[in-house]
């Protein structure tokens, strides 16, 4: 069964400013400036203003939908909710290097680009950052601290 109309509405917190156009979702605060591609999704989004408070408002649709597009709204939401908090207050990931018997070491490597960690499960593997102007590392004592706007690149 079909939906006529899903709607979910959020509040923009003070200094955080959100464009919308085609689907393209960028969200802009005090630690930077981050974009998401909505295009894969059949939803609608829409700045309003409370009329009340004045805010802003970022409202998403979706006209005639199934069960599977109804839980993509909240799905939505929920990304543009991370977005907004990596640019006002960040996220940081704290990992311990733990192990029984063989020692497990783990290096940052070509310049803030990548994290190289030894001997794990006995081979030597290598991992990029995904955005490297934003990732933040620091090791020390066997624990790596991961800094970043983006939820996912953690």
Request: some cysteine; proline content about 3%; overall charge positive.
């Given at each position: 069964?079909?939906t006529?109309?899903?709607?979910e509405?959020m509040d923009?917190p003070?200094?955080?400013n959100?464009k919308v156009?085609a689907?393209?979702?960028?969200?802009?605060?005090?630690?930077?400036k981050?974009?998401?591609?909505?295009?894969?999704?059949n939803?609608?989004?829409h700045?309003?203003?409370?009329e009340?408070?004045?805010?802003?408002?970022?409202?998403?649709?979706a006209?005639?939908g199934?069960?599977?597009?109804s839980?993509?709204?909240r799905?939505?939401?929920?990304?543009?909710?991370n977005?907004i908090?990596g640019?006002?207050k960040g996220y940081?990931y704290?990992m311990?290097f733990?192990y029984a018997h063989?020692?497990?070491n783990?290096?940052i490597?070509?310049g803030n680009?990548?994290?190289?960690?030894?001997?794990f499960?006995?081979?030597?593997?290598g991992?990029?950052?995904l955005d490297?102007?934003?990732?933040r590392m620091?090791?020390?004592w066997?624990v790596m601290?991961l800094?970043?706007?983006?939820?996912q690149q953690?």
């Amino acid at each position: 069964m079909k939906t006529i109309l899903s709607s979910e509405t959020m509040d923009i917190p003070d200094g955080v400013n959100i464009k919308v156009k085609a689907k393209m979702i960028e969200v802009e605060g005090p630690r930077g400036k981050l974009t998401r591609n909505f295009k894969h999704l059949n939803l609608d989004f829409h700045l309003t203003k409370d009329e009340e408070t004045g805010k802003g408002k970022l409202r998403i649709e979706a006209w005639f939908g199934t069960r599977k597009t109804s839980a993509a709204i909240r799905t939505a939401l929920s990304h543009i909710e991370n977005l907004i908090t990596g640019v006002t207050k960040g996220y940081r990931y704290k990992m311990r290097f733990v192990y029984a018997h063989f020692p497990i070491n783990a290096s940052i490597t070509s310049g803030n680009k990548s994290i190289e960690i030894r001997n794990f499960l006995g081979e030597k593997k290598g991992l990029p950052l995904l955005d490297p102007r934003r990732s933040r590392m620091r090791s020390f004592w066997m624990v790596m601290i991961l800094n970043s706007c983006l939820v996912q690149q953690l």
